[in-house]
């Protein structure tokens, strides 16, 4: 079964600075891959995707990611914080021909100092 | 577009209670999903329809939980008798169409606490 990792549970950055949240899956073949923002009090929304091609996919917001097969990873990147980017961050794998659709992190809390 | 719609956002009940979510997809989508999403945790899968047919509720807690798609548009979850352990926030999606590769809408959520 597929299964993701990530190994930051809370990350703190002042504002301005640089970002990268990782993330590493564990799946036998090539995933589809996925970043979603979660504010306070709000659903899930989708910043970016993998689905194969480029490995390094522009998101919204100012987010990419970058997929690395021989690392299983799917890291987060922003080259400058906002205040607003504060939440928290999931990645999630979804595996072809599935009907479970997305597994999910446990999530990567944002905190931005001003 | 009218993202998917989920009610009640907030519910309280004490354990044995129970309780019901409703949720209205995104129009025209034909998957619908429920996750389990408990505090520090990642959204959980609990079951999935494809219009009003189930595609897998291998995570549903079937003593307790019940979910439906009737009429292939609008879903209701129902939890009946609640644990403390159902405290958590129930989270509603959709997608056009099945398959790992197609973008998953969520809505905002809905919180319960069970007392």
């Known amino acids: 079964a597929q299964s993701v990792t990530q190994p930051d549970i809370h990350i703190t950055v002042s504002e301005g600075a640089s970002l990268e949240l990782r993330c590493n899956y564990s799946y036998g073949a090539t995933p589809y891959l996925f970043w979603y923002v979660q504010s306070p009090g709000q659903g899930l929304q989708l910043l970016l995707k993998?689905?194969?091609?480029?490995?390094l996919v522009q998101g919204i917001k100012g987010f990419e990611a970058e997929f690395k097969r021989s690392q299983s990873s799917f890291n987060l990147r922003k080259p400058s914080v906002h205040w607003s980017d504060a939440a928290e961050y999931f990645c999630a794998v979804g595996v072809s021909g599935s009907a479970r659709q997305l597994t999910f992190g446990s999530g990567t809390q944002l905190t931005v100092l001003p | 577009e009218a993202g998917v719609a989920q009610s009640p956002r907030y519910k309280i009940i004490e354990k044995r209670q129970s309780v019901a979510f409703w949720c209205n997809p995104i129009s025209g989508h034909a998957t619908l999903y429920w996750y389990q999403q408990i505090l520090g945790q990642g959204p959980k899968l609990l079951i999935q329809?494809?219009?009003?047919?189930?595609?897998?509720d291998s995570q549903l807690p079937k003593d307790r939980f019940s979910a439906e798609r009737l009429k292939g548009v609008d879903s209701t979850l129902k939890i009946q008798p609640a644990k403390l352990e159902d405290s958590a926030v129930y989270l509603c999606?959709?997608?056009?169409?099945?398959?790992?590769?197609?973008?998953?809408?969520f809505g905002e959520g809905s919180w319960l606490t069970v007392v």
């Open positions: 999606a959709s997608s056009s169409v099945g398959g790992s590769g197609n973008t998953i809408y």
């Open positions: 329809f494809q219009n009003n047919g189930v595609v897998d």
């Open positions: 993998y689905f194969s091609g480029d490995t």
